[in-house]
């Protein structure tokens, strides 16, 4: 079974940095993706940066561009997500979610793509 856990959400000022963790277990990825979606208050899920497994081949949401850091770790089956200068804005709940198998494309925003969704972790940037 596989499982992804999320980790390091909190409370953070503008302009602060966080880096948040995405654990997978169960299964080793060798291919596919994971992908960061964020779901504000009354919002929609909305993918913000995603990567290929294969190649690190990477995929950002305008808003985050120049400021969030998708990256990998291979060895422990773990994606991070470095978030730099955050705004009030960022302010949401942070999913990661993961698609295994071959595939062409990164930055799938289509979230019923993925097979799997971590449980979620808050991000607050007060201003």
């Known amino acids: 079974q596989v499982q992804l856990v999320e980790s390091g959400g909190g409370l953070v000022q503008a302009g602060d940095s966080l880096r948040l963790s995405c654990a997978a277990s169960?299964?080793?990825?060798?291919?596919?993706?994971m992908g960061w979606f964020r779901q504000a208050p009354g919002k929609g899920r909305e993918l913000v940066a995603s990567?290929?497994?294969?190649?690190?081949?990477?995929y950002y949401a305008d808003s985050v561009k120049g400021r969030f850091t998708i990256s990998r770790d291979n060895a422990r089956n773990t994606v991070y997500l470095q978030m730099n200068s955050l705004k009030s804005e960022d302010t949401a709940v942070y999913y990661c979610?993961?698609?295994?198998?071959?595939?062409?494309?990164?930055?799938?925003?289509?979230?019923?793509?993925?097979?799997?969704w971590g449980q979620g972790t808050q991000v607050t940037v007060s201003s």
């Open positions: 979610a993961g698609r295994f198998g071959p595939i062409s494309n990164v930055g799938v925003r289509l979230t019923s793509w993925y097979n799997y």
């Open positions: 169960g299964r080793t990825f060798s291919s596919g993706a």
């Open positions: 990567i290929r497994w294969s190649d690190s081949m990477s």
